[in-house]
């Protein structure tokens, strides 16, 4: 979600990050970007210039910014779902590129004129789409991003730190960035939102899968021996986390 009061420059390199990078095989890919209304115009035209730089070839060549489709069922399947925000009205864009002739390649695109009942923006490409929604309010934007049957990973982009946690508080996502996209902390547990899946990888939160729960029963009197309760106590539980 990109605001008003954003830095475009910087919104503009993390959307293409977020999206395009490994040609969107990212299980966190921002493939849905909601932008304000003032704004939007001004940005989408900025993003089309800045796709037109993004260079295309092997992706195990450092230089490369876009590579080949992982397998032919995944450009069927991205192709099926381009076609579908073709035949919804939405407005295709893609840079002029020459694509290799071996390999499954697809052009970096970019949706606009989405709305929230299209395929694109229901479903999860996996692929270098871009859909692109609009919004007046915060409170639009909300109920936007968070309809979808998916909650891993969103984005926030503006300059207003009391707007980026009253956002981070309602959007129902896993990990929710702020002026960034894509930057982890392995002490920081990942993980999402119905759809998005269950439980939690990395810190502490992503070491209980490998934990077993043990729980002990002992007598309160160990709390003090040399003196009598004045009142009885019921055995206490111990609870122990061990490997």
């Not at 830095?7 to 959307?15: H, K």
């Not at 069927?76 to 381009?82: N, V």
């Not at 579908?84 to 002739?101: F, V």
Request: proline share 6%; charged share 25%; hydrophobic share 35%.
């Amino acid at each position: 979600m990109v605001f008003d009061d954003a830095p475009i420059d910087q919104a503009i390199e993390g959307i293409v990050n977020g999206i395009f990078f490994n040609q969107g095989h990212v299980c966190c890919a921002s493939s849905r970007l909601l932008v304000q209304e003032s704004v939007a115009e001004h940005l989408v035209e900025r993003l089309r210039r800045r796709l037109t730089t993004l260079r295309r070839g092997d992706p195990l060549d450092k230089n490369t910014d876009i590579g080949a489709i992982n397998s032919r069922q995944q450009l069927d399947k991205i192709t099926e779902l381009a076609a579908a925000g073709d035949a919804e009205g939405a407005h295709r864009w893609s840079p002029p590129c020459e694509l290799p002739k071996h390999g499954y390649w697809f052009a970096p695109t970019v949706f606009t004129g989405v709305s929230q009942s299209h395929r694109i923006a229901r479903e999860e490409i996996f692929g270098p789409v871009l859909s692109v929604l609009t919004f007046r309010t915060p409170e639009e934007a909300v109920t936007k991003a968070n309809n979808t049957p998916y909650g891993l990973s969103a984005g926030l982009w503006t300059e207003k730190g009391s707007r980026i946690l009253w956002m981070a508080q309602r959007r129902r996502a896993g990990v929710v960035w702020a002026n960034t996209y894509n930057r982890f902390d392995p002490a920081s547990p990942f993980g999402g939102h119905r759809e998005s899946g269950f439980g939690r990888e990395g810190g502490r939160h992503g070491l209980a899968a490998y934990l077993k729960c043990r729980t002990r029963k002992s007598s309160p009197n160990w709390l003090n021996s040399r003196r009598k309760p004045t009142r009885r106590l019921s055995p206490a539980s111990v609870r122990v986390w061990s490997c």
